[in-house]
């Protein structure tokens, strides 16, 4: 595993790209981002991410959930951490029988969101 960990921050909404991505660099990690779902496949193989924060509605309706088993196909041991406005319990579930990692609600609590990208990473480490 590589010294510095990489996240991946797949949002449509361009101001939370840049603030999450400013709030891990400034903790070590190397963040890449794309703003929709296509975007990030263009970009998951190349990026390489340890960690992937995928927003569930962005485009379209459950965008996130459509790319969350093609993300899966093509990076396996890729950590998905969720992030939504919207608390569904039928979401959630959906999400975890896709192969999410964990879920996230909106509005973000950055040290929670820190918290549970920091354990997907452990996790990572102790499987190598």
Known sequence: MREKCKLMVIDNEIDICNFVKSFFEMRGFEVATALNGDEAM?????????????DVMMRRGNEGLEYLPKIKKALSNVKVIMVT????????????????????????????????????????????
């Open 42 to 54: 263009t970009k998951l193989v190349q990026e390489n991410p340890d960690v992937v924060i995928l």
């Open 85 to 128: 406005g919207v608390d569904s319990k039928d979401t959630i579930e959906s999400a975890r029988k896709m192969g999410a990692d964990d879920y996230i609600t909106k509005p973000l609590v950055l040290e929670y969101l820190e918290t549970t990208v920091l354990e997907k990473v452990k996790s990572l480490k102790a499987a190598v």
